[in-house]
């Protein structure tokens, strides 16, 4: 068989290690062609000596020389925006894996696209910022794919896999709920950045651990699996599963439900991901064991304690820039509660000032987007 072919972009965070131990397991499926990373110098050389890519780049042209450093001869490393774009479209890549934290995923997921690979796509600002400009790249770059690595949308991907989308009600994204999830507006009000980072079910890093407190995650995720399925807002709801087994589920027209569970391990959806349509047994993915008895709760969320629900149908019914907007305003906003410059229920009220300020422009291209990010950060800034 073939190997195919696949570059990590954001290789040190919690998905690129993920998606180096699933790697490992399957030495002879996959050839790692590149990794990408910013900061941490350490876990992208532990990774570049293990896989031996092509080439190794960080994104910070001050941590070359430490990368070069850790290096043998003979491994490669670069810096820069322009080798990241070579390494994406390069004949002998296959696929993408993008888990980048941020923005800087935009480009070289349109551009690993417009070449015809395949896009096993965990970033959520992609779809969330640019979800209109990825959708016509797809219908326009033939090839190129997109499949999910978020665990909702890698467990909707599964479930509507094949299924005529006619025969569709309703796609259920779960959520945990977070540390929150039983706690009066007031108690969250007061919440410190300890009880925001105590997330109950999926260890994760601390940005979207404290969206999952907040259920922007989740308003960020229903962004995505709208611009990704093509399902209007009506047709995406959320439901509170708090022991994270069941990663979404779907509704047909028949009243039936489909749904996807495995244990809270993202090696799931990124294993998926990389070996679809095939499925493997190489992972050593965690078993779920029912001799104690499971319990599966679920039910609707609050939004009147969790307002980021009603953000996200807002920001899909406008569409445009208004996405990026939100996103952008949730971004400042957690920085200004981690910093401790405000309490936590702040970060909903300036996310709705921030979208409320902004004029709605349509998604005619990267700058516009950008643009509209700036704009929205600088805003947000300024509030107390
Ligand atoms: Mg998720």
């Known amino acids: 068989m073939k190997q195919t072919g696949v570059v990590i972009l954001g290789a040190t965070g919690s998905i690129g290690r993920n998606t180096a131990r699933v790697l ?42 430490e990368l070069r450093a850790a290096l043998p001869p003979g491994l490669e490393t670069a810096t820069g ?24 995923g935009l480009a070289p997921v349109l ?12 970033s959520k600002e992609v779809l969330v910022m640019a979800g209109e400009i ?20 890698s467990a909707l991907f599964q479930c509507l896999a094949g299924r005529n989308p006619d025969e569709l009600r ?13 706690w009066s507006s007031e108690q969250i009000a007061a919440a410190t950045l300890e009880d925001a980072l105590a997330h109950p079910t999926w260890a994760m890093g601390p940005k979207v651990t404290i969206d999952s407190a907040s259920l922007m995650n989740k308003a960020l995720e229903l962004v995505e699996a709208h611009y990704l399925f093509r399902v209007p807002p009506e047709r995406l709801k959320v439901l509170i599963h708090p022991q994270s087994l069941v ?10 439900f489909i749904a996807q569970m495995s244990k809270p391990d993202m090696r799931f959806a990124i294993q998926y991901a990389l070996t679809y349509p095939e499925r493997s047994a190489a992972g050593k993915l965690p078993e779920l064991d029912f001799s104690a008895g499971l319990d599966f ?15 996200a149908d807002e920001a899909m019914r406008r569409g445009g820039t208004l996405p990026a907007v939100m996103n952008a305003a949730n971004e400042v906003a957690v920085e200004k509660f981690r910093r401790g410059e405000i ?22 291209d990267l700058e516009t987007i950008h643009a509209a990010d700036r704009e929205a950060r600088v805003f947000a800034r300024e509030l107390r």
Do not use: Y
Request: glycine share 6%; net charge negative; proline share 7%.
């Open 170 to 182: 309703t796609l259920w994204l779960t959520a945990s709920g977070g540390p929150f999830r039983d």
């Open 134 to 153: 990825v959708q016509r790249e797809l219908d326009t770059s033939p090839g190129g794919s997109l499949i999910p690595v978020d665990s909702e949308h």
């Open 81 to 104: 925006a322009e080798s990241v774009l070579e390494l994406v479209t390069a004949p002998e890549t296959d696929m993408v894996l993008c888990a980048i934290v941020g923005t800087g």
């Open 24 to 65: 490992e397991c399957h030495p002879d499926r996959f050839r790692v062609v590149g990794l990408v990373a910013r900061c941490n110098t350490e876990e992208l050389a532990r990774q570049a000596m293990l896989f031996r890519p092509r080439l190794t780049v960080t994104t910070d042209p001050e941590r070359l020389p």
């Open 343 to 364: 309490g936590f229920s702040r970060i909903w009220s300036i996310i709705e000032q921030t979208m409320a300020a902004h004029e709605v422009e349509p998604q005619r």
């Open 297 to 311: 709760d679920f039910r609707l969320p609050d939004r009147r304690k969790f307002p980021s629900l009603d953000f």
């Open 247 to 256: 990663h979404s589920m779907i509704e047909l027209n028949d009243g039936s």
């Open 111 to 122: 551009a690993a696209l417009r070449a015809g690979k395949r896009v096993a796509l965990a």
